[in-house]
């Protein structure tokens, strides 16, 4: 019986972790102002008639804070590369030189700053929801566990413990957040 509990518990631990996890990867996708590679994953290019990440048909780099450098491995792919790029609606233009696809990140404005800042705390909120669905599910297999013979003080001490992780993992939500906003909101 405790066992079978044990492992409810670590299965809502791991997706509050899962959580934490999905949060970092979304907010790495929404831009500050500054180029950075993984403003570009998840994207998908159209090579050879098949969807293929970018990642697979080019080297993406930053010549400086303001310019991603994307260098196909094969030439013939650079306009799969351009379509893509525009495609994906990101608000940004890619220019082709015949060697490589350099994307020059244009400054933010107050308002667009506003905006991601808005996108951010939303991706916060998600990553929340999702914490406190994992915290249902484990106070659920408490309190079934409790009702089959599981002694009620130590399925109170098992509450509190899901309670504290909510608890952590909120704050690592709210200072995550913090930072991004931080970032997005910085000149």
Request: glycine fraction near 10%; proline fraction near 3%.
């Given at each position: 019986m405790d066992e079978l509990l044990s492992e409810q518990l670590e299965e809502a631990k791991m997706l509050m972790d899962e959580a934490i996890d999905h949060l970092d990867r979304e907010l790495l996708k929404i831009?500050?102002?500054?180029?950075?590679?993984?403003?570009?994953?998840?994207?998908?290019?159209?090579?050879?008639?098949?969807?293929t990440p970018i990642q697979q048909v080019a080297s993406i780099g930053t010549a400086d804070s303001r310019t991603l450098t994307i260098k196909p491995f094969d030439k013939s792919a650079m306009g799969d590369i351009e379509r893509a790029i525009f495609e994906a609606n990101l608000g940004v233009t890619p220019m082709n030189d015949g060697e490589m696809v350099r994307i020059s990140i244009p400054p933010l404005t107050t308002e667009r700053r506003k905006s991601l800042a808005k996108q951010v705390k939303a991706e916060g909120e998600t990553a929340k929801i999702?914490?406190?669905?994992?915290?249902?599910?484990?106070?659920?297999?408490i309190k079934d566990e409790v009702k089959n013979g599981f002694p009620e003080d130590a399925g109170k001490r098992k509450e509190e413990q899901v309670q504290g992780w909510v608890n952590t993992y909120n704050k690592k939500v709210d200072d995550i957040v913090a930072s991004k906003e931080e970032d997005v909101m910085t000149l």
């Open positions: 831009r500050t102002g500054k180029a950075s590679p993984a403003m570009l994953n998840g994207l998908l290019v159209s090579y050879y008639g098949a969807k999702s914490i406190r669905n994992a915290r249902q599910d484990a106070m659920k297999a």
